[in-house]
């Protein structure tokens, strides 16, 4: 997809500004996008009971909750990129840590002629800084003492809605939490600054993907802590905007860029990597206490949020956004949405750098690793009690040892049922007896790849 098309993309929704309506049958909404940063499913709506989130738990009763959302990355930059562009990594040009490409429209410059007063508060986790044309931008750097200040976020968006415009707007909140570092043992209590009442590790609810063990609890419990405190951040901004905004005129939507920072997830296309809670709020128009199962992609927000401003999207072909809009899914009229659900992993901070793509199709999931002979690592590995208790109890665990070695040493080739094997503890790439299987979820990932222009289909 070449920059030229891209260009053509925003003159389209520039000049079709003049003649939209909305499909919702009514006045483009306001639009709030809530987005954690390495959260995972961790949320008490999808099931984890351990951990304290009433605010998101009671946003997902009061609308509709996904159940198979997934990242495009499972890194912050690439998978914000595909968030900010509607576009897939070979398409936007950020595969790690990169810019988006040069000419590559991003949100504000579609969301803008669409009819949107545009802002972000928080993390921005994208670049080059210029390209980002919002409204109003209240960034937060990870070194600042606001960085995770609910006092901060709540101030930044009174700021926000004290501007007077007539335009409905559309609002990212980049929240900070849960990153490492998570709150610590003894650290100095608060309202926003650290646990009033620390989550205890013996409660923690250890998810499939991890063994339980004494130091993944310990970590899963200060996690837990982080959580709280955007859970409750989340809430004071609602109450915020609930009190000022009508709110069959708000749409609020909360999801995360990628999987938790723990072993086998963030940095891995395993589901605990991509898989992503993604909630959906606009009473009136969004069935309350609903659920979907529609495969859905980050990349698919800016579509439906042009598609909300009652844009036109072009015909399918070089001008098309790689995401679709969800606004049938949302107004809980289809459950059909993609056929197949694709993720690339690239690089990411700790070389050398271990490629790989997957693909979704149904109950099976297919990933590619293309540098067996490499060594992965990521910052779990470097410094995380989590990933010491798990290497300490491999020593003497045959199958955690296998696990560790495969993390370490990708195999070339992993496929999974997830109906029968939700946390991918059994790799089925090797049985005679799914061979089938594998050929025909190998070729569909190599003409998934080659309609991206991937670099790496055909290797």
Known sequence: MSARNLLNLGLLLVCAACNRESPADQATPNIVLFVGDDQGLFLGTYGDKSVTTPRLDRLASEGMRFEAAYAV?????????????????????????EPIGRGIPIWGDLLGPAGYRTGLIGKLGGKPLARFHFDFF???????????????????????????????????????????????????????DGPEEPHDPAQAQVPGFLPDLPGVRQELARFHDALRRMDVTVGLMLDVLDSTVPTEELLVMHTTDHGADFPFAKTTLYEAGIRVPLIARWPGKIPAGSTTPALTSLA????????????????????????????????????????EMFATQTSHRHKPDVPCRSLRVGDWKYI????????????????????????????????????????????????????????????????????????????????VMESQGDPLAGQ
Not at 305 to 320: I, K, R
């Open 73 to 97: 990355s499972a890194i912050c930059t690439p998978s914000r990129a595909a968030l900010y562009t509607g576009l897939y990594p070979a398409h936007n040009g950020c595969n790690g840590f």
């Open 368 to 447: 590619r690793n293309y540098r067996p002979d490499a060594v992965f690592r990521n910052t779990v590995m470097l410094d995380s009690i989590s990933w010491d208790a798990i290497t300490v109890h491999a020593q003497t665990d045959k199958a955690l040892a296998q696990r560790v070695h495969d993390l370490q040493h990708r195999p070339p080739e992993e496929l999974f049922n997830l109906a029968r094997d939700p946390w991918e503890q059994t790799n089925l790439a090797k049985e005679p007896a799914f061979a089938a299987n594998l050929a025909e979820i190998r070729e569909q990932l190599q003409r």
């Open 138 to 192: 209240a960034r937060n750097l990870p070194k600042q003492s606001s960085a995770r200040s609910v006092d901060w976020y709540v101030e930044q968006l009174e700021a926000f809605l004290s501007v007077e415009d007539p335009r409905p707007f559309c609002l990212i909140v980049n929240l900070r939490d849960a990153h490492r570092n998570f709150p610590l043992d003894g650290a100095p209590t608060g309202r926003f």
């Open 300 to 339: 698919d927000l800016l579509p439906t949020f042009l598609e909300l401003a009652g844009e036109t999207m072009p015909p399918t072909g070089s001008d098309q956004l790689d995401g679709l809009s969800l606004v049938e899914v949302l107004l809980g009229r289809t459950a059909e949405h993609h056929r």
